[in-house]
């Protein structure tokens, strides 16, 4: 923020300044309750933005506790471990 590091950010009034997390995703997404598992383009319409990874999970579970339906977990992984590193076979 320029060369002056208290300087404050001035934010439009048209930002909703919300008491809590809950607040925060019921604005968000007001409609959270209504969405089911099979409503994909409902949730990327609108994103909250976070600089931590802890925040981010934090966020995501309460807003995963609001949709209705079954829980399905998807697992991912973003690196092999050694012993996948020689095996390049693919399998269907």
């Known amino acids: 923020i320029g060369s002056n590091p208290k300087e404050a950010i001035e934010l439009p009034a048209t930002f909703h300044k ?3 997390l809950d ?3 019921c604005s968000v997404y007001p409609n959270l309750k209504e969405v089911t598992t099979t409503s994909t ?3 990327t319409k609108c994103t909250i933005l976070s600089a931590r990874n ?3 999970n934090i966020i995501n579970i309460q807003a995963m506790a609001k949709i209705q339906g079954q829980k399905i977990i998807y697992l991912a992984a973003d690196k092999l471990s050694e012993a996948d590193v020689g095996d390049h076979t693919i399998t269907n």
């Open 54 to 56: 802890e925040d981010v």
């Open 41 to 43: 383009t409902y949730l």
């Open 18 to 20: 919300c008491v809590n």
């Open 23 to 25: 607040e925060l995703i």
